[in-house]
């Protein structure tokens, strides 16, 4: 497993990979029913004591055929401050909750340090955990709420063919995010993107 940051999609191209962190959360739901409504695919980057409150939401997203990525324990900042072996529990236990809140054969790919906090140390705990580092392309910045209009143009100005996006269900009040996911959908499609998950 190859401990170098993921910032593309697996088949490259006119493709893009939507990524939502902080959940699984009250959002999450509507999320998953605008991403069906457009037949897009999506990666959810999850806290896991969140996705262990809520394995109905976990087993919900992989049966729509979706992805999951480890978001941490608790979700700590500046991630990359921790001592090594804080960093190495905030990792592993995460993917192990994620994982027995999916269920049998859950598949945990990515690790996504909170904040971006990536280092060469915990990008090498992600990956002898199984998992590939991921980062973004196009940061929303959806979690501080800054209007709808500005999360469409944040990707509708900075999404290149290949690009991760980064957005938020969980952490917060996610209906700008879901507004703002009702506009991105259709004009990705028709710019001609498809969507895919992140390289691994």
Request: glycine content about 12%.
């Amino acid at each position: 497993m190859s401990a170098a940051l993921v910032a593309g999609t697996a088949h490259g191209g006119r493709t893009v990979a939507l990524t939502f962190d902080d959940g699984p959360g009250p959002a999450t739901g509507q999320v998953l029913d605008v991403l069906a409504q457009y037949g897009a695919r999506a990666t959810f980057c999850q806290i896991g004591p969140q996705a262990a409150a809520n394995p109905a939401m976990v087993k919900r997203i992989l049966a729509a055929g979706h992805r999951l990525c480890d978001h941490s324990v608790h979700h700590p900042q500046p991630f990359a401050a921790l001592s090594h072996d804080r960093q190495v529990e905030e990792i592993v236990p995460a993917r192990d909750m994620i994982v027995r809140a999916g269920g049998a054969g859950t598949e945990v790919p990515w690790f996504r340090a909170p904040g971006g906090g990536f280092t060469t140390a915990n990008q090498q705990v992600a990956a002898a955990a199984g998992m590939r580092p991921l980062t973004w392309t196009v940061d929303t910045r959806d979690w501080s709420r800054p209007g709808v209009p500005a999360i469409v143009a944040s990707v509708q100005h900075g999404l290149r063919p290949g690009g991760v996006v980064l957005m938020h269900d969980g952490g917060g009040d996610r209906s700008q995010t879901v507004a703002a996911l009702r506009q991105l959908l259709p004009w990705l499609t028709a710019q001609g993107y498809g969507f895919d998950f992140p390289a691994v």
